[in-house]
């Protein structure tokens, strides 16, 4: 069955410190796509990245980067000199097999909230 | 400016009452999902649609109905079979051409039932 952790429920740093967000998923395809969302206090979840399964490549946007290992299952969000706005829940999630046709449908992790204090 | 529109923002229900919890998008994507949020939780699938005229359960699917009519609206109602709906509610949309898309959310519709 296809499943993703987050392990970790709540982090909190202060800022400027660097912060790892660890998620772990499981699937037996070999075709699939790993996404992180962002869910501030507001509610709406905000996009931040697509990943397919041939790309292992690591990724840096900003002060974001994310580490995609498919020898350990997993793929871990890193925020370098954490900042006030960088506090949400932020979400991991796992495309839906494959042989089910392509629905679009994506299996969430359960969250972690991260709190940076100033 | 394209996006997902949910309405309203923030609703309340007595028990025993229907409600509809509206959701646009002008993104022209082919598929629309429902998901329920409860405090500290993650995202549950309620229900999905690929097109028009179609949807799918999802995970959660007992006491909510919806209906595609056309593209671009994917309106869910909680009826009064849903035995504990105070949550938060959200829509997406994504494009299913070429491989998975990332899906894209509107602000969400918080619920509660007085």
């Known amino acids: 069955a296809q499943k993703v952790t987050q392990a970790q429920t709540e982090i909190s740093v202060v800022e400027k410190e660097d912060v790892t967000l660890d998620c772990v998923y499981e699937?037996?395809?070999?075709?699939?796509?790993l996404f992180w969302y962002k869910q501030p206090p507001s509610g709406e979840l905000v996009f931040l990245i697509r990943?397919?399964?041939?790309?292992?490549q690591n990724e840096i946007s900003g002060r974001y980067s994310w580490n995609f290992q498919k020898s350990t299952s997993s793929f871990n969000f890193t925020i370098t000199a954490s900042q006030v706005v960088d506090s949400a829940v932020y979400f991991c999630?796992?495309?839906?097999?494959?042989?089910?046709?392509?629905?679009?449908?994506?299996?969430f992790g359960q969250g972690t909230t991260l709190q940076v204090k100033p | 400016d394209g996006g997902i529109t949910q309405s309203p923002k923030y609703l309340f229900r007595k028990e025993g009452q229907n409600v509809t919890l509206s959701c646009e998008q002008n993104?022209?994507?082919?598929?629309m999902y429902w998901y329920r949020q409860d405090p500290g939780q993650g995202l549950r699938l309620i229900y999905y649609?690929?097109?028009?005229?179609?949807?799918q359960k999802g995970d959660i699917a007992e006491g909510y109905s919806v209906s595609r009519e056309k593209k671009e609206s994917f309106p869910l109602t909680v009826t009064s079979a849903q035995k504990n709906p105070t949550a938060f509610y959200l829509c997406?949309?994504?494009?299913?051409?070429?491989?998975?898309?990332?899906?894209?959310f509107g602000p969400g519709t918080r619920l509660t039932v007085l």
């Open positions: 997406a949309s994504s494009s299913l051409a070429g491989g998975f898309g990332e899906q894209f």
């Open positions: 699937t037996r395809d070999t075709t699939y796509y």
């Open positions: 990943r397919n399964s041939f790309d292992e």
């Open positions: 999630a796992l495309s839906e097999a494959h042989g089910s046709g392509n629905t679009g449908k994506l299996i």
């Open positions: 993104l022209n994507h082919d598929a």
């Open positions: 649609s690929q097109i028009v005229n179609d949807f």
